[in-house]
Structure formats: structure tokens, C-alpha cells
């Protein structure tokens, strides 16, 4: 059974930092791209990053890059989104989700149950 | 950014109705666009992918259509399981873009 099972969000001041993980299990992680989405609160989901499956590749959301940084450690079946600079806007639950491409259809099949980023003073 | 807009923002809806959800693309997209089901709480759930493929385990009361631009979900006969909110999203860009999300709510 494809399990991913995010951790690490939490209370952190603005300008602060934290480092979301995603435990993935029940599939082969080293095959697949993954991403992170978002969601603040009352509003719809927005994706944040991807990462192809030996890590070679990353893409962001043009709103943070510089500020976010997606890795993957593909010996451990972890997903990381290490976020500085943290702003009240970024307050969300995130989630990683799974990434099924195919010759014709990319979509994101499995997903997290999301951890709760807050940012407040 | 490919900018998805989808249409309407909620909907309020009784049991055995059909519904439809329009979700439109800022430039074409071929067919890779995907719907997702979110009750509160919970995370998204995949619907349909590649515009019109059903996902495995969703019922048939489900269908998508659509290519380029322009796509739409159906739900045939709303049943109580299916009051959620509904999110477009585009996957022909490495970047992917969601819709705001359609909440579906019982009239």
C-alpha cells in the first residue's frame, strides 16, 4: 500500500526557518517524481516544487525560489522542502504527493495527509 | 504561468442532480488536465486524468471531457458522498497550476 507520511511543520516566527519531510513507502521512491502542494487556509491548493527521481532536476513555484529548496534522499524513501525566509503568507498544510507521468498523462495519484506550517509571531 | 480558471467558485446542488464543473486553461493544454475531489480535512483525492480517464475505484457517475483549452467535470447523479470541493488542475506544464476549486454543497 503507497503510504507518504509528511512531518516536521509547526509554530515558527516570520523570517524563520523549518524543514518538512515526507516518508514514502509501499512503492519504489527512486522511481518517481514527487512534489509538494499547499493550501492555505479557506483557499485552493497550490503546488510548490517537484523533484525528479535521482534528484537531478527541480523545479519551484516562480514566487519562491530562493526561498524553498525540494530534496529527496531516495536511500532513506524521504522527501524534504526546506523553507527559510518564512513569511505569514506561507502559513498552509502541506502536502507531498506522488507523481505518475506517463507517455500521456502526468498527474499526482497519491497523497499525504499534510502538516500544518504556521507562521505568527 | 499557465493560469487555470474554473467556474462556478461553489455550487449548491440536491441528491440525483447533475452537475458540471467548467475548468479553462490560459493557453492549450492538449488533454493533461486532471480533477480532484477534497472533503474538509482530508487531502485531494484523485478523479479523472487526462482529461476524461477515470481513476481506479471512482464510480461511473464521474465523467470529464474536454482538450485544449476548455474542459469540464460531470457528475451524472450527485450522491451524499459527493458534497466536496472539486480542483482542476494542469500538468502540461512542469510547473503545475490548480484551479480555485468549485465547493459543491448540498441545496
Known amino acids: 500500500e503507497v503510504q507518504l507520511v509528511e512531518s516536521g511543520g509547526g509554530l515558527v516566527q516570520p523570517g524563520g526557518s523549518l524543514r518538512l519531510s515526507c516518508a514514502a513507502s509501499?512503492?519504489?521512491?527512486?522511481?518517481?517524481?514527487m512534489s509538494w502542494v499547499r493550501q492555505a487556509p479557506g483557499k485552493g491548493l497550490e503546488w510548490v516544487a517537484n523533484?525528479?527521481?535521482?534528484?537531478?532536476?527541480?523545479y519551484y513555484m516562480d514566487s519562491e525560489k530562493g526561498r524553498f529548496t525540494i530534496s529527496r534522499d531516495n536511500a532513506k524513501n524521504l522527501l524534504y522542502l526546506q523553507m527559510n525566509s518564512l513569511r505569514a503568507e506561507d502559513t498552509a498544510v502541506y502536502y507531498c504527493?506522488?507523481?505518475?507521468?506517463?507517455?500521456?498523462?502526468?498527474?499526482?495519484?497519491?497523497w499525504g495527509q499534510g502538516t500544518l506550517v504556521t507562521v505568527s509571531s | 504561468d499557465i493560469q487555470m480558471t474554473q467556474s462556478p467558485s461553489s455550487l449548491s446542488a440536491s441528491v440525483g442532480d447533475r452537475v458540471t464543473i467548467t475548468c479553462r486553461a490560459s493557453q492549450h493544454i492538449n488533454n493533461f488536465l486532471n480533477w480532484y475531489q477534497q472533503k474538509p480535512g482530508k487531502a485531494p483525492k484523485l478523479l479523472i486524468y487526462?482529461?476524461?480517464t477515470l481513476n481506479r475505484g471512482v464510480p461511473s457517475r464521474f465523467s470529464g471531457r474536454g482538450s485544449g483549452t476548455d474542459f469540464a467535470l460531470t457528475i451524472r447523479s450527485l450522491q451524499p458522498e459527493d458534497f466536496a470541493t472539486y480542483s482542476c488542475q494542469q500538468s502540461y506544464s512542469i510547473r503545475a497550476t490548480f484551479g480555485g476549486g468549485t465547493k459543491v454543497e448540498i441545496k
Open positions: 509501499g512503492f519504489t521512491f527512486s522511481s518517481y517524481w
Open positions: 487526462a482529461a476524461s
Open positions: 523533484i525528479k527521481e535521482d534528484g537531478s532536476e527541480k
Open positions: 504527493a506522488r507523481d505518475f507521468w506517463s507517455g500521456d498523462s502526468d498527474h499526482f495519484d497519491y
